[in-house]
């Protein structure tokens, strides 16, 4: 019986080099390497400005204090994500408003977005799941269609980097794309994130603001204190501590610079997947690419046609006493307990759910070795036609 994992990191020697390398340099925490890092995410994501930190979640945190989005507020985004995307918008006080995905889609619905536009609406955050790139396009027209340019678009780019729309890569085409290099993403720092933008706010001090509240709102970071004779600083705002150190961004420099094969990789896993799985007529294999978007790989997320809950929860056990992991992306919203005391009510948000019920994600990971995944795919087949009557 094999082992296989759901997402295991993949580090090589370069990765390591580079950590030992910052280790014997004297410094650690936010320097050189992270501002290298930073040079190398906007040229990647060909923007103006990247910024990295400690996690995505802390990004999308600074964006909102930046914009001053506060208690009346509401900030629309989609009951189909995971709970950082709406517990941030709970810390400052706001209101989540969330909409429903599409129907046979994991995306928001942009024409039930345009209709939860209300006086009140400061923000949207949009979500790009499993790594396909939401209609970036259709939701800036829906905000000038609405008089409504002035709201911040947020785009909760977690799973997307290295995806594309119309040609380009993620990263510049909403206000703001926030990535997360969590142990199990595509490209991963340990723990980490990144906002990316362009000169294009109004604000051209934001990356400075953006620092600053990274660092407690301190006016100076820690490489520039320790210069000889220049301890003297100013708090200039109520920040947070979620700066990225050079140790994180040295891997996330080894990691960028295999980024490119990796995703390669990880297409020829979908593809292994979906060769095996297209004459099945259970099988509802997940969106790749087509003339406008490409995924960014990140999840394999497969519907199982006419299988309730309990028929995809017992595919995950009967898979896991294979030896193989599998998961579940993700459980609404509103089916949790903070947001169901909240008063949000999953019965609101019936495509979510009937997405939801059925699907179970597969290992998509850079170190998959594509016999295991073929191997994998096999045994997925036996196990899910073992309950169908």
């Not at 006086?119 to 905000?143: F, Q, S, W």
């Not at 720092?189 to 709102?217: M, P, Q």
């Not at 004459?279 to 978007?293: G, M, T």
Request: proline share 3%.
């Amino acid at each position: 019986m094999k082992n296989i994992p759901f997402s295991p990191p993949d580090i090589t020697q370069r990765e390591i080099d580079l950590v030992v390398e910052v280790l014997k340099s004297g410094w650690i925490t936010t320097g050189p390497k992270t501002a290298e890092f930073e040079e190398k995410l906007q040229e990647f994501c060909q923007c103006d400005n990247a910024v990295t930190l400690s996690s995505a979640t802390a990004g999308m945190e600074l964006i909102l204090k930046s914009f001053d989005i506060k208690e009346g507020d509401e900030v629309i985004t989609t009951a189909y994500t995971y709970t950082a995307t709406a517990s941030v918008i709970l810390h400052r006080g706001a209101k989540p408003v969330f909409v429903d995905v599409k129907p046979e889609s994991f995306l928001i619905d942009e024409e039930k977005l345009a209709k939860a536009i209300t006086p009140k609406t400061k923000a949207i955050i949009t979500v790009d799941v499993a790594g396909v790139p939401i209609d970036y396009h259709r939701i800036r027209e829906i905000l000038k269609e609405k008089g409504r340019e002035d709201i911040i678009f947020i785009s909760d780019s977690a799973h997307s980097l290295g995806g594309k729309y119309k040609g380009k890569r993620v990263g510049s085409q909403a206000d703001f794309h926030v990535f997360s290099f969590h142990a199990v993403k595509n490209l991963t720092t340990v723990e980490g994130g990144a906002i990316t933008f362009n000169n294009k706010s109004g604000r051209e001090d934001l990356k400075k603001e953006f620092k600053t509240n990274s660092l407690h709102g301190q006016t100076k970071d820690a490489l520039s204190k320790m210069k000889a004779g220049a301890w003297k600083y100013d708090i200039v705002t109520d920040g947070f501590k979620c700066n990225m150190t050079d140790l994180n961004a040295a891997i996330g420099l080894g990691q960028l610079e295999r980024y490119e094969k990796m995703l390669q990789i990880r297409e020829q896993i979908f593809d292994t997947y979906i060769e095996n799985l297209k004459d099945k007529k259970w099988a509802e294999v997940p969106f790749k690419k087509d003339d406008i978007c490409e995924t960014s790989y990140h999840l394999f997320l497969l519907r199982l046609k006419g299988f309730t809950e309990e028929m995809r929860n017992n595919v995950i056990i009967d898979m896991a006493e294979k030896g193989i992991a599998t998961n579940v992306h993700y459980m609404p919203l509103p089916l949790l307990s903070l947001y169901k005391n909240l008063g949000y009510k999953m019965e609101d948000y019936p495509n979510a759910y009937n997405q939801y019920v059925n699907e179970i994600s597969l290992p998509v990971y850079s170190t998959l070795d594509l016999e295991d995944a073929k191997y994998l795919v096999e045994e997925l087949i036996k196990s899910v036609e073992k309950f169908i009557k």
